[in-house]
């Protein structure tokens, strides 16, 4: 392993994952584990080269101050304690400031600055060789940013002993599945298997107005045609995933509470027994732009927004039709062409189409008209869980309103979206 450590042992506080950004920040790899690491699996870590025990609110757990285990205070790695963990030995600071990690870090625990993307990158195309071996790995392959990274790195890792499937539900992005099979077929060689199950979702999806209703049918469609491609294939004994650092820690450590469950290609039949391979979970979001980026992903690809898992389903409101759903996805398409060319995409967190189902008189070539409206929704946030409204430039309002009334069939309004969340949510189903 190229990298050195810094072990941050979580004894009750809310900013584990700030102190491992800060010290990622400072060029030393850092991870967090919990209170009761026994030194056996502390020394089983490669290069620790000094442990933080970060205490803080919750460390009272049922009247009793959680601590690490004994063995780990005499073992011979430099310590620093932060906020009244009892420590007997090293260093003891109320509140870490970045001088006083850099102190710890670099001339405590003579770590080297040496937490880069090539070293990481090499280091887990190493690791996944000595895990998969000669064996083959599966992959679901959605075109979002974590797992195009995964299969760049499992291609870089094993080659052609990863099976890629694209799985298009009929919801996605204009263009997106065909870039897909552009990058990961045409251009990286991948083992790519494409199914088109657009007949089969819509099929699935017709006249189901209600929005959970159609979030449950594309989520356990989606693992349906999944386990069947998964059954086609013999001899798979893994199944990557594109899990982040993120959804670890918002799974729960021992002292701080459940965010949401950890995701992940969940509901797999039972016959599918396939082992993980989750060579991202050690990293946050930007840190998984910045691999991509070094693997030689496309820019698109890699800082693409958010999109959510079932597509292009959620807006197209009530019962999907054809008709709509193709205003959903052309109008979109006009939507994200203006904001590249006015660099309002570098700027804009999320911003996407809605089309209601329902139509306003309007007129066309002198003639009455009956069509469906195009809502425009332009956001932005830090976390998704509140949002503002993105202040437009007219011009650039009156141009995408334009081109989506000229180009885009059976619209004949356009409105914008101007509510925060809360009350509103980003996405409206
Ligand atoms: P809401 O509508 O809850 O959206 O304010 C917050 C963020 O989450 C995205 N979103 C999803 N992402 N699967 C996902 O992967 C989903 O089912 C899903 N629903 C919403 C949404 O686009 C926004 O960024």
């Known amino acids: 392993m190229k990298q050195d450590m810094i072990v941050i042992l979580d004894l009750g506080s809310t900013k584990n994952t700030v ?36 205490g803080g609110e ?7 101050a959680i601590d690490a285990a004994p063995e780990i205070y005499t073992a011979n790695f430099p310590i620093l304690a932060i906020d009244h963990p009892k420590a007997t030995s090293g260093e003891k600071i109320a509140n870490w400031s970045q001088s006083s990690l850099k102190k710890f870090i670099f001339d405590t625990c003579k770590a080297e600055a040496n937490w880069s993307m090539k070293n990481f990158i090499a280091d887990q195309v190493e690791l996944l060789r000595q895990q998969i071996g000669k064996e083959k790995v599966l992959l679901a392959l959605s075109g979002g940013v974590d797992s195009s990274v995964v299969a760049a790195l499992l291609i870089r890792a094993i ?7 694209h799985v298009n539900h009929g919801l996605m992005r204009k263009g997106e599945s065909e870039s897909v099979i552009e990058v990961f077929k045409n251009q990286l060689n991948a083992n790519l298997i494409y199914v088109d199950a657009t007949d ?39 199944l990557g995933q594109g899990t982040i650092y993120p959804d670890i820690i918002e799974s729960g ?12 290609v969940g509901g797999l ?18 840190e998984v732009r910045a691999c991509g980026v070094e693997l030689g992903l496309p820019a698109e690809m890699v800082y693409r927004q958010p999109f959510p898992g079932p597509g292009l389903g959620v807006r197209c409101l009530g019962a999907i039709t054809r008709e709509r759903l193709e205003a959903v996805r052309e109008s979109d398409a006009i939507l994200r062409e203006e904001f590249h060319i006015a660099g309002l995409d570098k700027k804009v967190w999320q ?26 929704r332009a956001i932005n946030t830090v976390d998704a869980m509140t949002a503002s409204i993105e202040e437009l430039p007219w011009p650039v309002l009156q141009k995408i309103t334009k081109r989506i009334l000229e180009e885009v069939p059976n619209v004949n309004r356009v409105c914008y979206d101007l509510s925060p969340k809360p009350c509103a949510t980003i996405e409206w189903e």
């Open 58 to 64: 919750n460390r009272v757990v049922d009247g009793i």
């Open 19 to 54: 102190l491992a950004r800060a010290i990622r920040d400072l060029g030393v790899y850092s991870e967090i584990y919990p209170h009761d690491i026994t030194l056996e699996e502390l020394n089983a870590l490669p290069n620790v080269k000094g442990i933080i025990l970060n």
């Open 253 to 264: 450590t021992k002292t701080a509470k459940v965010v949401k469950s950890h995701h992940n």
């Open 200 to 238: 089969r979702f819509l099929g699935k999806l017709a006249n189901v107005s209600d929005p959970e209703q159609k979030r449950k049918i594309i989520g356990a469609e989606f693992i349906n045609v999944f386990a069947e491609e998964a059954k086609k294939l013999d001899g798979i004994k893994f």
């Open 159 to 165: 080659g052609d002993q990863l099976t890629c499937v």
């Open 351 to 376: 911003y996407f189409t809605i089309v209601p189902d329902f139509k306003s008189v309007g007129v066309k070539d002198n003639a009455r008209c009956f069509e469906y409206p195009v809502i425009l």
């Open 269 to 286: 039949p039972e016959d599918l027994n396939f082992d993980l391979v989750e060579p991202l979970k050690m990293l946050f979001k930007d």
